[in-house]
């Protein structure tokens, strides 16, 4: 467990680069806006994966370069001789995700498609995640896309997984069955605990040009990590269906769940203890709904 003084200290580094993130947006003191810090030159990372089940390794590569409000991000998937087979379209635009942070899954066995994750920062130590494929275009051609959590999908809050520790989500094929499920883990954050007026003072001083919305908000998240995080969560679990990631409820999260618990104690023999979501108090339940909205505006689930 970490100790009171580590935790309060990552809380006032916290506050102070997003706060570092939020002061652009003074002019609107009802909304949160976060933007990445400018980048001075562009940049790009590639990913090996077999992208359109060829048998043969094509490059996903992210690339993102400088512009006057906020990096422009594309990925574009390269064959082996290098020729364009695909892009992300912008009519979708993504953020910067996290450097390095790439991973190849294979979402079906019996086939040679591949997806690539990357992962998104979220406030001090949450993440996103979101998965990408090649594939048809109802426009014609292929395109690198997004594999979402619905097949009704509305924005790219339907499209993104959510962490409650930086690099925790899952991927594994938990029953064997060939096909992929994906396991959110967040933090239980128990109870509240108690704030200095120095906190207090910090939270006021930079963030109330945002709104007592923001202010309150900061400081919920205060004092709900000096109460310390608890247990580990499996908030939801998700399996590829062909098309995209169907959330598992009922019998069949219970299920999953105990596969998870089995995996996650066999990988990490000292892996803190694992609760279900329905356990979880109503207001630890309502807090971590409103830390994720607080972070990235989402409604969540």
Known sequence: MRS?????????????VVAGYLIISRNK???????TPPITESKFEDVK?????????ETLRLSYTNSEREPVVSLIALDKNGKEIGKLPTSMPIKVPMPKSGKVHTPV???????????FSVGPHSSETMFFGLFQLKT????????????NVNGASDCLFWSGEVGELAAKDLDNDGNLEVIEIVDEYPKDGQITTDTEKIINDEFKDMGQDAV??????????????????????????????????GKNYDRYYDLVSKHLKATYP??????????MSKDSLDYNLSMRQFWTHSGGN
């Not at 000292?270 to 356990?279: E, W």
């Open 49 to 57: 994966a077999d992208l359109n089940g060829d048998g043969n390794q």
């Open 29 to 35: 003191p009802s909304k949160i806006v976060k933007t």
């Open 4 to 16: 009171k003084k580590h935790i309060l200290i990552i809380v006032l580094l916290g506050l102070l």
């Open 109 to 119: 066995k019996k086939d040679k498609n591949q997806f690539v994750s990357f992962d």
């Open 140 to 151: 014609g051609g292929m395109g690198v896309l997004p594999i979402c959590l619905t097949d």
């Open 270 to 279: 000292n892996y803190p203890t694992i609760m279900k979501r329905n356990s």
């Open 216 to 249: 309150s908000g900061m400081t919920r998240i205060a004092k709900r990590e000096q109460g310390d995080r608890g247990n580990k969560v499996v908030w939801g679990i998700y399996k590829f269906n062909g098309e995209y990631f169907k959330e598992q409820t």
